[in-house]
């Protein structure tokens, strides 16, 4: 069993829920979908491991200072598959 990532929010209002996502090495989101589009700015480089539905997995390495962005309905399970802790900042837009 994977440890848990630590999520802190920091901004949720009637436009925007703002969270800091803290991963050590290992550690997952759980599996979840995204009921809002999102954009994702990472704060440390993040070496990710993206477990999708069909059963495929794919690492993405985002850099510190990156970001992207997706629509709302993406369902994954977000794994840290790095060796050093791992921070990323996902705004929700409402």
């Keep these: ?36 589009d999102y954009v994702i700015t990472a704060i440390t480089d993040c070496q990710m491991l993206l477990e999708e539905p069909s059963g495929e997995a794919r690492i993405v390495h985002v850099p510190a200072g990156d970001s992207y962005r997706r629509d709302k309905g993406v369902r ?19």
């Design 1 to 36: 069993m994977r440890p848990e990532a630590k999520a802190i929010q920091l901004i949720d209002d009637a436009r925007v829920r703002v969270t800091r996502f803290e991963f050590q090495p290992g550690a997952e989101t759980g599996w979840h979908e995204h009921g809002f």
């Design 76 to 94: 994954h399970n977000v794994i840290n598959n790095g060796t050093q802790d791992m921070m990323f900042v996902e705004v929700e837009l409402k």
